[in-house]
Structures are given as C-alpha cells and as structure tokens.
C-alpha cells in the first residue's frame, strides 16, 4: 500500500530518509494529474531534488543527461504545483499529483511525454472514464460522424439535450426508488453521458468541473 503526504505539510511529513534510492542516488517519479488521473511524465529525483520539490511545492527533477538540478517548467513556464506525493510499497517510487500549469507536461508540447503509439494514432493519453468519454464527445462535435447519436444531439441544441437529461434523471430516479442497483448503475451512466453532451456543447471543460468538487472536497 503506498504511503502519501499532502498539502505543504509536505515539507515535514516526508521522511527522506525513508526513501531507497538507487546506486546513482535517484528515484522515479511519475508526475500525475490530479483532476483526471492523467500519466504526464516520468523523471527522476535524487534526494536534493526531492528536498526542493517539498520546501518549494513545485517539480525539482534530477538530470542525468546533464547532471544538475532542474526546475520544472522553468524555462517554458509549464511549472507543476504539488498537491501530494506517494511512495510505494517498497520506498523506491515516488507518484507526485500535481497541477500542471498550461496543461502541457512533455517537451515536445504535447500534454503527456506518453503521447506515442506504434500505430502513430493521434489519441489523447488515457485518464479516468468520464473525461475518456467527454473526449470522444468533443470529437464528435468538432469532427461528425455520420449516424452518430451524439452528433445527433449536438445538432438538436439544448432543446434535445436537456429533455434527455431530465428523462434520464427522472429514470434514475425510478430505478432508485425500486432499489434495482444494476438498473441505477445504467441509468446513472446514461444521465452521466448526457450531461458530458451537455457540457461538450457549452464548452465547458470537464476539468472545471472536477475543480469544483476539489474544492468543494476541501
């Protein structure tokens, strides 16, 4: 089970010692997102590194091409805010959540160092279901499909998607009262979709969204 420190505590919390590093004094770290769960970027952090990362509460990574500190987005202005860190099972890990400020983490400009597929397909990295879903959503607006459902809703405007949302509340409703858990499971991922539709026609990012809950968590 992974061990985790969070908010800047975080300067305290940590236990450096604790850390394994390896024979050249580094450990990984995987950088995450923390509002869809998004793998933007492997790096490595000797324990200076990880010391800075804490007192500051934004990304210190260890260069081994060039042998020095470097500060995340330093240059590029694409700096990543901590918001906790996890060591693994056996101490030789670290997963640090972070907000990655301008939304692109790899040099290249994409928005995940793990952009590349052996099919060369141009897909966004895998993050949680919903915000899988909203993505295909976007797709279909900006880009139709003949036949698609979506696409279908998009063009009926919020006449259509928001009688589906309120047929599809009402449904979960029924199913809850009912206690029938495989029925409210459907219907709860239908009202689930909708309301991605809903958003993917205002413009509404799923992200803020998830900001809102974040802050409504604290």
């Known amino acids: 089970m ?8 975080l300067s305290k919390a940590i236990p450096l010692d604790k850390i394994r590093y390896n024979e050249q004094g580094l450990v990984p770290a995987i950088a995450q997102d923390y509002l869809d769960g998004t793998v933007l970027m492997l790096a490595w952090m000797n324990q200076e590194s990880l010391q800075k990362t804490l007192l ?12 020095e500190l470097w500060h ?15 060591y693994d099972c056996d101490s030789d890990a670290l997963l640090i959540s972070i907000e990655q400020v301008g939304d692109i983490a790899c040099h290249t400009g994409e ?6 597929l052996e099919e060369s397909q141009k897909v966004p990295p895998p993050a949680d279901t ?10 279909r607006r900006d ?20 009688k589906k949302i309120g047929e599809e509340a009402a449904e979960v409703v029924m199913a809850c009262k009912d206690d029938e858990k495989e029925a409210i499971a459907s219907e709860v991922a239908d009202l689930f979709y909708h309301t991605l539709v809903a958003l993917s026609y205002h413009h509404v990012d799923i992200k803020d969204v998830y900001r809102k809950l974040q802050q409504r968590r604290r």
């Not at 919903?130 to 797709?139: A, D, K, N, W």
């Open 2 to 9: 992974a061990s985790v420190v969070s908010d800047y505590s």
């Open 56 to 67: 500051t509460g934004e990304t210190w990574y260890w260069s081994r091409s060039r042998q």
């Open 72 to 86: 995340k987005g330093e240059t590029s202005g694409h700096i990543q805010k901590v918001k906790s860190i996890r």
């Open 111 to 116: 928005r995940s160092c793990f952009h590349q």
């Open 130 to 139: 919903l915000s899988g879903v909203y993505e295909v959503i976007c797709q």
């Open 143 to 162: 880009h139709p499909v003949e036949g698609s459902y979506t696409r279908t809703l998009i063009e009926g405007g919020d006449n259509k998607i928001l």
